[in-house]
């Protein structure tokens, strides 16, 4: 078996997924986790030339973080690293009476109502499991939780539920979907499905800048995860852009480790809701850098700063950070689906008003996949619930034919 060396710490979604997959493939690893040795972190940077987390090393080779682990899933290379023999793929397609494709709040809801119905549904949970609560520190807004609960032990709570009721759940991507059925046929890189009907809660992605300096710096300075890495830059100024609720949550929770957080805002005004505006707001350490939008990220080896331009004057400065978070909002994951289910021009599975069915028969959505209005975990495990109701309901009338 091979030597599999990680770098960690605490709420880190990544790390967690990371240590996830290797322990589902049985494989042994050592962990040092850079916020309780942070002598670790130059020993870290030195190895990887990276600074976000996970960092992972099979037989002292850098292999990169948690997406380039997944990308050698995905492949088929990793079991081959790992010294590993991998399952065949099975010529045979498994049946199943539902597929849930995501494992969102909306994707487990829809399998707890579904399991607890005795439609057996399978959960294609994803390497990216949980979602984007994933990413979140504390979730203070969904009910029952009066004192708040970590996004990732949120979603670890929702998975357990599912299991309990008899969901299973598969750890893998779906990469390929032919919904002209039922049966619906949906693969994975490593097995084939027929469905007799479908619940799509593939949720949504941060979005990105775009600027080839952010690709560029990308692990290296530049992230989407606070949790993941602000501990990795204590004592150093941070940014973050973005405006709405997310890159507030960012900016209140860099503040336990930067002495200046700045927040970039290409708007004069937030979007955020009034709780945490009113949060930030009263942050000594929170600078808000209004109508500006970031042009370049800055710095060779690692980030140095960003150079910001004002929208209204026109005038570009630069500003010193060693850190920049992005929080400028969501797409929805739903390529796969394109020419087949009814997306609006953003990517938005279009649902029937009131309800979850799509424009084919069999097939229903749930969760940040075709909700652009609210986008909350509440609101998407009520349409989890709807999905598996509406689904259960349509199973039963085909039955009945």
């Keep these: 078996m091979a030597r599999v060396e990680l770098y960690t710490k605490p709420l880190c979604p990544f790390c967690d997924r990371a240590k996830h997959l290797l322990r589902e493939k049985g494989q042994e690893y050592s962990e040092t986790d850079v916020e309780a040795q942070p002598e670790k972190r130059d020993e870290m940077i030195r190895r990887a030339g990276r600074t976000t987390l996970p960092q992972i090393f099979i037989d002292g080779v850098h292999v990169g973080g948690f997406d380039e682990l997944a990308e050698l899933e995905r492949r088929g290379q990793l079991d081959g690293m790992l010294g590993l023999r991998g399952a ?4 045979e397609a498994e049946r199943a009476q ?84 039922p049966p619906f046929r949906i693969a994975t890189d490593s097995r084939e499905f027929l469905a007799g009907s479908v619940i799509v809660a593939t949720g949504a992605s941060a979005r990105w800048l775009g600027l080839p300096s952010e690709q560029r710096l990308m692990n290296k300075g530049v992230s989407a ?20 609720d997310t890159a507030l949550e960012e900016a209140l929770f860099l503040t336990r480790y930067a002495p200046k957080v700045t927040l970039i805002h290409r708007r004069n005004e937030l979007r955020a809701s009034k709780i945490m505006q009113e949060r930030a707001r009263a942050s000594e350490k929170i600078e808000f850098l209004w109508d500006s939008e970031v042009e370049e990220v800055l710095g060779e080896e690692f980030v140095r700063g960003v150079r910001v331009k004002n929208r209204n004057t026109g005038e570009s ?32 599975i279009q649902a029937a008003p009131g309800g979850t069915r799509t424009n084919i028969e069999g097939v229903f959505a749930c969760g940040d996949a075709m909700d652009p209005t609210y986008r909350q975990a509440v609101t998407a495990a009520g349409t989890g619930c709807m999905a598996a109701i509406d689904c259960e309901r349509w199973l039963a009338a085909q039955s009945a034919r």
């Design 88 to 91: 065949a793929r099975s010529a």
């Design 98 to 181: 539902l597929l849930i494709l995501g494992s969102g709040p909306a994707g487990y809801t829809a399998a707890v109502y579904a399991a607890r119905a005795e439609l057996e549904p399978v959960v294609l949970a994803g390497l990216q499991f949980g979602g984007q609560l994933m990413l979140t520190t504390d979730v203070e807004n969904y009910p029952g939780f009066p004192e708040g609960v970590t996004g990732p032990e949120m979603m670890e709570r929702f998975q357990k539920q599912a299991e309990r009721f008899g969901a299973r759940i598969i750890f893998e991507d779906a990469v390929k979907a032919e919904l002209s059925g």
């Design 225 to 244: 995860c606070a949790t993941c890495d602000g501990a990795l830059y204590r004592d150093k100024p941070m940014a973050v852009v973005g405006g709405g």
């Design 317 to 348: 400065h630069e500003l010193a950070v060693e850190a920049l978070f992005i929080a400028i909002g969501h797409k929805p994951n739903t390529d796969l689906f394109r020419g087949q289910l009814d997306l609006d021009s953003v990517g938005y």
